[in-house]
């Protein structure tokens, strides 16, 4: 089996005459891998959902999962799959774990109770799983929707925003289960409009905006603050010592001077734990240093690349 689990290329999705909802959309996604669809409201994360689970028709671009090609060998491919997307449909007048069952009757593979258990237990509906699902609120629906895409653990799982509904428990239990699911290699691919969410839940981060796919962006190199380790400084030092300061750095391994912000400012490209080093080589050079500042990680860097309407969604999650 290819470890390339899931391949989009130049995928396309044309409504009307001529307005491209999704353009020319490409990535890859390995065994294993938590990957982010991250952009504000419509953005087209689900509409590129919906073309890589065959629900709609793409205009143009291909879809392979696990190295199949989805227009020819359709059906082999989406059982390899799990998805949610947008508001699951259910049948209304039978309970959650009805519903649940009825589903896993579908499933190539047997599902056994304890699996079941299991999974209305992660989603937190074991209070409610014997009622009706017109009961049921949006978020209890949408939990029973990511219930269903994990009962038959497919190699491929396809959520999108699938914590809306879900309290902050319930979104840590989500995160901490995909990261089990990684572990066994399967993947997920998640789509969001918050950034902080995807930075705690992925691996990587595929960043989309009015339909094109403006940015990828790898999370391993961030740390446990969501801060990277790979830093862009700012650093302030007296006007009459820029020259020799821009000496000590250029002497100084790993560090380089992005540029000149003006006539007592630098700008640095380097690492965290290089920031003491610099500061000590610069003050036993006599430079009057007024600070050094980090500015942003890569990712937020990539971030500021959004209109500022857009950030600001994604930020407070509207
Ligand atoms: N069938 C359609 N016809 C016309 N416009 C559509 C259709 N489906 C979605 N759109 C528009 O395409 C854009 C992207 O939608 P969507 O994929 O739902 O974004 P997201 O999931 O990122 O919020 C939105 O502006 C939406 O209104
Ligand atoms: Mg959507």
Do not use: W
């Not at 449909?89 to 079941?116: C, I, P, T, W």
């Not at 979104?171 to 950034?195: C, F, M």
């Not at 006539?263 to 640095?268: A, G, I, K, S």
């Amino acid at each position: 089996m290819s470890s390339v689990v899931l391949e989009i290329q130049g995928l396309t999705k044309q409504v009307g005459k001529n307005k491209k909802i999704v353009h020319d959309a490409s990535f890859q996604m390995k065994k294993g891998e938590i990957l982010g669809l991250l952009g504000p409201n419509g953005a087209g994360k689900t509409t590129t959902i919906r073309m890589i689970v065959g629900l709609i028709k793409k205009t143009e671009g291909k879809v392979f999962i696990n190295g199949s090609d989805l227009d020819r060998e359709g059906q082999s491919c989406i059982s390899d799959v799990g998805a949610i997307v947008e508001n699951p449909s259910f049948y209304d007048h039978m309970s959650g774990y009805k519903n649940l069952q009825q589903y896993a009757r579908l499933s190539k593979e047997k599902v056994s109770k304890e699996r079941l258990d299991e999974v209305v237990a992660l989603v937190q509906l074991s209070h409610a799983i014997k009622d009706k699902v017109k009961k049921y609120s949006l978020g209890m629906k949408q939990r029973l929707g990511v219930a269903q895409a994990i009962l038959h653990k497919p190699a491929l799982l396809i959520l999108d925003e699938p914590t809306n509904g879900l309290d902050p428990k319930g979104i840590r239990e989500l995160r901490d289960y995909l990261r089990e699911l990684a572990n066994d290699g399967i993947s997920t691919l998640v789509s969001s409009h918050l950034l902080s969410e995807m930075q705690l839940m992925c691996d990587r981060v595929v960043i989309m905006e009015q339909g094109k796919i403006i940015d990828v962006s790898d999370m391993s190199s961030l740390n446990e603050n969501g801060s990277s380790d790979q830093l862009v400084v700012m650093m302030n030092v007296k006007k009459e010592h820029m020259e020799l300061s821009e000496e000590v750095i250029e002497s100084l391994e790993g560090i380089t001077i992005i540029k000149r912000e003006n006539d007592h400012q630098l700008v640095l490209d380097m690492t965290h734990d290089l920031i003491p080093q610099l500061n000590r080589h610069l003050v036993k050079a006599d430079v009057d240093v007024y600070g050094i500042e980090s500015k942003k990680t890569s990712l937020e860097d990539k971030f500021l690349a959004l209109t500022s309407e857009d950030r600001q969604l994604m930020k407070e999650g509207k």
